[in-house]
């Protein structure tokens, strides 16, 4: 069976630049990608494209590329759905934070949603595909919507988890390490189903990097990748509040662990904590799965990481507020950084968030500055956390354009996001404008601490 049409509901993070690689490496393919969130598709079909609304490294070149030929941007889901063989469901999956399982388990109330529309809109057989991620079993009940309340047409459902890191996803998407179909791979029509979204990949990636799997391995592989990922994140952050008491070097300490090939070097960076919209609610997920079935040593297990993160989250903001003679009142700090990471404008779940919450506490005034993340945005993840008025945060925080309008007049500076450009600052004229003592927080291990202190910063960096 040859895919022509593909419709994909969600055009966020994940279903734009996915679907936008799909469409430059098939011209033969039509891809539609569609979303409830009219300013967003407006935004996708901007036609300055560097408005696009997701900020990747090479993403716009795609866009440019494919879109208005085989890549188009709607607000008409129905008419998407009606026409494509196969459909993504690309749509957010965050921690519940209401009723039974509330801020643990994932809330799958957009899923259903979109199954209901597909098994109302479809007249013809589809390809039903998890691109988000989900509790393992969830392509249970999507198959019980659709046969339920369709229209009597055949539906398939595959899980194909979305392995893309931001800040990379569209090297990521290029060149995958792998991409996992899970099918239902033991009759013929879930093969024939499985092997209609293998020949789509097989356009740009080797048949070796295509990995098949039933549909249960494949929803638990995503969430277990992502819980190992983040385990290996806060195993070396508990290691860096120990270097910090014993005189070892984390960076020297994750180097020397890393070089070990059973280790490997990736993900041993320690930091002020990860952020970003999946690590913390996958696991979580991970934990609510594992207790609901009454594992709970499994649960205790994967929750540790989570606590770590937070701990370490809280460390830094303390260390902060400590080593400034223990009282941040009144006084300015400087925030570098707001994204959960470089190369990316996605604040969701950032440390800095929560720094940030943590002094303001205690009645610090921040400056925030990030090259790539808007006022708007960091008003809204501080307002999203209801700790004071909306007024009271935008009293407290200041967001501005340029590094130096930060840091001029600061008590001390914070650099929680590891933009490149923050390496490249003229250090010499920030530490001439800041009060003195001039405090230097390192939050992700990007500067050089030998030519800091040799400035006159009294320099601190996570793990050492
Ligand atoms: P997102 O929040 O950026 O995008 C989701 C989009 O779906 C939103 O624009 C929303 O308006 C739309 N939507 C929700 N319900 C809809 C409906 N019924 N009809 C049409 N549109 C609807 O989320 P993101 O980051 O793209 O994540 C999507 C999924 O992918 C999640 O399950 C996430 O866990 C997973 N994922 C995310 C990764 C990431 O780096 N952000 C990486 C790998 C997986």
Redesign the pocket.
């Known amino acids: 069976m040859k895919i022509k049409n593909i419709c994909c ?7 734009g630049p996915t679907m936008a690689v799909i469409a430059q490496k098939c011209p033969e393919i039509n891809v539609t990608v ?4 009219e300013q ?1 598709i407006a935004a996708w079909n901007d036609e300055d494209v560097e408005n696009i609304p997701i900020y990747e490294p090479g993403l716009s070149e795609v866009v440019k590329e494919a879109r208005d030929r085989n890549l188009f941007f709607s607000t008409d ?1 129905d008419s998407a759905i009606d026409k494509a063989d196969m459909i993504f469901i ?4 965050p921690t519940k934070t209401y009723g039974i399982g509330k801020g643990m388990a994932a809330d799958l109330k ?1 899923i259903e ?2 199954a209901r ?1 597909i098994a109302r809109v479809s007249k013809s057989d589809k390809i039903v595909v998890e ?4 509790p393992v079993r969830t392509a249970e009940a999507l198959k019980n919507i659709l046969d339920n309340t369709g229209n009597n047409v055949n539906y398939q459902i595959l899980s194909n ?6 800040g990379t ?1 569209v090297d990521d998407l290029v060149n995958p390490d792998r991409v996992l179909i899970g099918g239902d791979i033991d009759t013929p029509e879930g093969k024939e189903a499985v092997e209609a979204l293998v020949d789509v990949y097989a356009h740009w990636v080797s048949r070796e990097r295509l990995l098949t799997t039933n549909v249960w391995s494949s929803e638990l592989s ?1 969430l277990t990748a992502n819980a190992f990922l983040a385990q290996r994140v806060s195993s070396i952050n508990a290691m860096s509040e120990l270097c910090e008491k014993t005189g070892a070097d984390v960076n020297e300490v994750s180097k020397a662990v890393g070089m070990d090939s059973r280790i490997g070097s990736k993900f041993l960076k320690s930091s002020v904590g990860f952020g ?3 690590f913390q ?2 696991i979580l997920n991970l934990v609510y799965i594992s207790k609901s079935f009454g594992l709970h040593e499994v649960a205790d297990y994967w929750e540790q990481v989570i606590l770590m993160n937070d701990h370490q989250k809280r460390r830094f903001a303390a260390k902060i507020v400590q080593t400034l003679f223990n009282t941040v009142s009144g006084k300015k700090i400087a925030l570098l950084g707001w994204a959960f990471k470089k190369d990316t404008n ?1 604040t969701r779940e950032s440390a800095a968030i929560y720094v940030a919450d943590y002094l303001l506490n205690e009645q610090a005034e921040l400056v925030v500055y990030d090259p790539k993340v808007k006022a708007e945005q960091i008003y809204a993840d501080l307002d999203y956390l209801n700790s004071r008025s909306s007024e009271g945060n935008r009293a407290r925080v200041k967001v501005v354009s340029k590094p130096y309008e930060a840091t001029k007049d600061s008590h001390a500076v914070a650099v929680l996001t590891e933009w490149d450009e923050f390496k490249e600052l003229d250090w010499q004229k920030v530490y001439d404008e800041m009060l003195k003592p001039a405090f230097l927080f390192d939050g992700r291990r990007l500067l050089e601490r030998e030519t800091k202190e040799a400035i006159g910063f009294e320099f601190y960096a996570i793990g050492s």
């Open positions: 509901i969600g055009a966020g993070y994940v279903g569609v979303d409830i969130n967003r889901v690309s749509v957010n999956t957009y949603l979109c529309q691109k988000s991620t989900l988890p979305e392995f893309l890191a931001e996803a995503k970003g919209s999946c609610k996958d996605d």
